[in-house]
């Protein structure tokens, strides 16, 4: 099994390596980059806990296989926090208590994130259904909803 | 768990793929979205030694109108289902049950032909083919076939689809104006494998039903189109009527038990889904309500 060339974007870097075809995406991101932040928890597709974005989407990354992602750009949690986008919702998931172990919370804001996104004002049904598919075993899920309901209410008074 | 080592080929056409398919055969499995593929490897349900990857192939993307027939090339993804302008007005029963396919993250990578490729008999998309009739575009070494929908499903996992195939496409037929569609499923968590689920597609004149197609599934190895149906076409449905179609159903349904639901709660549940459905289709409250069987 020889190794395949790939090159593709992380975080806005440019990464040219080779990886083994069986490598999935999250353990490339975590072994060979170090980006630490992306979670693996079930390893199929279950827990939510290895989300990233690839190409802007949200995508699980432990169901990807990391010459998938050749010539895509693949954004993690270190790069959402450092870019500062995601600021106010990790600040409403400090305030509200909406983590306790943390192990879930990278993924939970990368779905967050997403869902604002594409709908700056859920109701909180709505939001329960874009997080359904992320596990957390700490919270009960409701702080973060309020935290998520929160942030999208101060987002709708702060746009112009 | 990881996936066990395997080699890997990236196909540049569909002619391309199925010259890989035809050199390793049993031994290859074909990767589009792998949203179902990759869980099964990583569990080591299955160690393909080589993987033929058809994600990149633009040829194999798109959602077509012509005449009467809708025609969804195997890589649309169910993201791109559901944002379609031509499955919500041609196919609304494929939307709705689409909405219940897994999770956001999944449904931007998953796709109809490789979730039909897999023949899970607890997904939603296959039973969604067998109700409105579809028909399965195939290409081999041979050419092209078409297989109809009830033909090519075969068993758990098991399609009509041969190792040296590629699904390419599906054809749909146009939801007719006098048409109307019913989806629901049961499952412990929204986006979770369905315990049971229905996909129907019906044709009603004047308060009754001309044609009814009940696609249920996780109730057996494979799609259902329930006979039970026929007991409700061109007769006034009453309670009596109703009754007696639930109990046909409870008798052709093969459940299976597993973690989640005894073969009688999944018969059960069938059966109140077919009041429901009924019920709902018909714009009928008095239906509701009854005991299922």
């Known amino acids: 099994m020889t190794p395949v060339p790939i090159f593709l974007e992380v975080n806005g870097e440019r990464i040219d390596t080779h990886v083994l075809p069986r490598l999935n995406l999250a353990d490339f991101l975590r072994e060979h980059l170090k980006l630490t932040g992306t979670h693996v928890g079930c390893e199929h597709g279950v827990c939510g806990a290895c989300t990233v974005r690839l190409n802007g989407e949200i995508v699980r990354s432990c169901l990807i296989l990391a010459v998938q992602a050749h010539e895509g750009s693949v954004e993690t949690i270190e790069g959402l926090s450092d870019s500062g986008e995601i600021a106010d919702l990790q600040a409403a998931f400090r305030d509200r208590n909406a983590l306790q172990c943390g192990f879930c919370t990278p993924a939970m804001l990368m779905a967050a994130q997403d869902l604002l996104k594409q709908n700056p004002e859920p109701d909180r049904e709505e939001i329960r259904e874009h997080l359904s598919g992320n596990y957390c075993r700490c919270t009960g899920y409701q702080a973060i909803i309020d935290a998520i309901e929160t942030t999208a209410r101060l987002r709708a008074e702060r746009a112009p | ?293």
Do not use: W
């Open chain 2, 1 to 293: 768990m990881k996936a066990s080592a395997f080699a890997y080929a990236r196909a540049t056409s569909v002619v391309n793929a199925l010259e890989l398919l035809a050199v390793y055969g049993d031994k290859a499995k074909v990767l589009s979205g792998g949203q179902s593929l990759m869980p099964a490897m990583n569990l080591r349900l299955i160690s393909p030694e080589f993987i033929v990857d058809i994600g990149e192939l633009a040829e194999l993307r798109g959602i077509f109108v012509k005449g009467d027939v809708i025609t969804v090339r195997a890589l649309t993804r169910h993201v791109d289902v559901l944002r379609s302008p031509e499955i919500a007005t041609h196919a609304p029963l494929l939307r709705d049950a689409t909405s219940h396919v897994a999770h956001p993250a999944i449904r931007n990578r998953g796709t109809l032909g490789g979730s039909l490729a897999h023949a899970d008999p607890a997904s939603e998309l296959p039973a969604c083919m067998v109700a409105l009739g579809a028909t399965v575009i195939v290409c081999g070494p041979q050419g092209e076939r078409r297989v109809p929908a009830q033909e090519f499903f075969t068993g758990i996992y098991e399609t009509a689809l041969s190792p040296q195939e590629l699904l390419v496409a599906v054809e749909l037929p146009v939801a007719r104006k006098d048409s109307a569609h019913f989806f629901h499923e049961f499952a412990r968590r929204h986006g979770d494998y369905a315990m049971v689920g229905l996909a129907a597609q019906s044709t009603i004149v004047g308060g009754q039903f001309t044609d009814l197609r009940l696609g249920f599934f996780a109730v057996g190895d494979r799609p259902l189109l329930a006979g039970a149906a026929g007991k409700l076409v061109n007769v006034a449905v009453t309670p009596e009527v109703l009754a007696k179609a639930s109990v046909i159903l409870g008798e052709e349904l093969d459940p299976q038990e597993d973690q989640q639901a005894t073969p009688a709660m999944r018969r059960h549940l069938a059966q109140v889904l077919l009041q429901r459905c009924v019920s709902t289709l018909l714009s009928r409250p008095d239906l509701q309500g009854l005991p299922a069987r």
